[in-house]
Protein backbone atom coordinates (compact mmCIF):
# COMPACT_ATOMS: atom_id res chain seq x y z
CA UNK A 1 0.00 0.00 0.00
CA UNK A 2 1.24 3.23 -1.05
CA UNK A 3 1.56 6.10 1.75
CA UNK A 4 2.98 9.58 2.12
CA UNK A 5 4.91 10.12 5.31
CA UNK A 6 3.90 13.54 7.19
CA UNK A 7 6.75 13.00 9.69
CA UNK A 8 10.36 11.38 8.97
CA UNK A 9 10.21 7.63 9.84
CA UNK A 10 12.85 5.23 9.57
CA UNK A 11 11.85 1.74 8.01
CA UNK A 12 13.68 -1.18 7.12
CA UNK A 13 16.93 0.35 8.20
CA UNK A 14 16.58 3.29 5.78
CA UNK A 15 15.42 6.92 7.24
CA UNK A 16 12.91 8.69 4.81
CA UNK A 17 12.04 12.26 4.96
CA UNK A 18 8.50 13.64 5.59
CA UNK A 19 7.11 13.68 1.81
CA UNK A 20 8.45 10.69 0.98
CA UNK A 21 6.12 7.74 -0.18
CA UNK A 22 6.46 4.07 0.65
CA UNK A 23 5.23 1.35 -0.57
CA UNK A 24 4.64 -0.81 2.80
CA UNK A 25 2.14 -3.74 3.81
CA UNK A 26 -1.40 -3.18 4.91
CA UNK A 27 -0.99 -3.88 8.71
CA UNK A 28 2.34 -1.42 8.20
CA UNK A 29 0.23 1.07 7.02
CA UNK A 30 -2.59 0.66 9.12
CA UNK A 31 -0.04 1.34 12.09
CA UNK A 32 1.57 4.06 10.31
CA UNK A 33 -1.71 6.08 9.94
CA UNK A 34 -2.70 5.28 13.31
CA UNK A 35 0.71 7.07 14.84
CA UNK A 36 0.28 10.17 12.22
CA UNK A 37 3.02 9.18 10.94
CA UNK A 38 1.62 8.68 7.10
CA UNK A 39 -1.24 9.78 5.12
CA UNK A 40 -2.58 8.29 1.89
CA UNK A 41 -1.69 9.92 -0.77
CA UNK A 42 -3.48 12.58 -1.97
CA UNK A 43 -4.95 12.73 1.38
CA UNK A 44 -4.53 15.80 3.19
CA UNK A 45 -3.66 14.51 7.39
CA UNK A 46 -4.28 18.48 8.85
CA UNK A 47 -7.81 18.51 7.63
CA UNK A 48 -10.01 18.19 10.35
CA UNK A 49 -13.08 15.79 10.15
CA UNK A 50 -16.55 17.05 9.01
CA UNK A 51 -18.79 17.14 11.73
CA UNK A 52 -21.78 15.86 11.34
CA UNK A 53 -25.05 17.89 12.96
CA UNK A 54 -27.61 15.20 14.15
CA UNK A 55 -30.80 14.72 11.50
CA UNK A 56 -32.99 14.99 14.42
CA UNK A 57 -33.36 14.94 18.09
CA UNK A 58 -34.99 12.25 19.89
CA UNK A 59 -38.34 13.24 21.91
CA UNK A 60 -39.72 11.83 24.84
CA UNK A 61 -43.57 11.19 25.34
CA UNK A 62 -45.26 10.36 27.84
CA UNK A 63 -48.74 9.09 27.68
Avoid: Y
Amino acid sequence: MKLKLIQPHTHAGRRHAAGEKLDVPPSLATWLIEQGIASHPGSNPHRRPATKAPSSIPSSTTD
